[in-house]
């Protein structure tokens, strides 16, 4: 009985130690990248695996659209605490909410739209593999549509 219960505990924290190790041999990529500012574009890199050309060409266009997203971001902020404000005032619909709702439907619609076009920008950078990937990704994740059916 004493060999068997020395089996089983040797079994059981190699078993543990094989998780563990594979566990953090897994996580290891990731977590040399989580605190950079490029982080969103390493990890790409490593999903797609990414040549330096591709990489460089990403993050001009990356950089080229940032200025545009957080003033979109901005944007629908204030439109936000708008309709807040607005929705505590009063106690039914008025023209000033629904003028609220529109226009933040409409930055988020635009946001939507600025977002695709930059999406599209940057898997015009992947080969026909990476493409399809990205787009399922960014679809998946970003925008909650499936862009493989």
Request: charged residues 25%; hydrophobic residues 45%.
């Given at each position: 009985?004493?060999?068997?219960?020395?089996?089983?505990?040797?079994?059981?924290?190699?078993?543990?130690?094989?998780?563990?190790?594979?566990?953090?041999?897994?996580?290891?990529?990731?977590?040399?990248?989580?605190?950079?500012?490029?982080?969103?574009?390493?990890w790409l890199r490593l999903?797609?695996?990414?040549?330096?050309?591709?990489?460089?060409?990403?993050?001009?266009?990356?950089?080229?659209?940032?200025?545009?997203?957080?003033?979109?971001?901005?944007?629908?902020?204030?439109?936000?605490?708008?309709?807040?404000?607005?929705?505590?005032?009063?106690?039914?619909?008025?023209?000033?909410?629904?003028?609220?709702?529109?226009?933040?439907?409409?930055?988020?619609?635009?946001?939507?739209?600025?977002?695709?076009?930059?999406?599209?920008?940057?898997?015009?950078?992947?080969?026909?593999?990476?493409?399809?990937?990205?787009?399922?990704?960014?679809?998946?994740?970003?925008?909650?549509?499936?862009?493989?059916?």
């Amino acid at each position: 009985m004493k060999r068997f219960f020395l089996f089983s505990s040797w079994i059981g924290l190699s078993a543990a130690a094989v998780y563990a190790a594979t566990l953090f041999f897994e996580l290891l990529p990731s977590q040399r990248i989580v605190g950079r500012p490029d982080a969103g574009l390493q990890w790409l890199r490593l999903e797609l695996r990414l040549s330096d050309e591709q990489v460089a060409a990403i993050s001009r266009l990356q950089e080229d659209y940032r200025p545009s997203c957080q003033g979109m971001c901005r944007k629908i902020l204030t439109a936000d605490t708008r309709l807040q404000e607005l929705l505590r005032e009063n106690r039914s619909i008025t023209p000033e909410i629904q003028a609220a709702m529109a226009e933040r439907d409409k930055l988020l619609s635009d946001c939507r739209q600025a977002f695709l076009r930059h999406v599209y920008a940057v898997s015009a950078q992947l080969s026909a593999t990476q493409r399809q990937r990205y787009l399922t990704l960014v679809s998946d994740e970003l925008l909650g549509i499936d862009a493989t059916r």
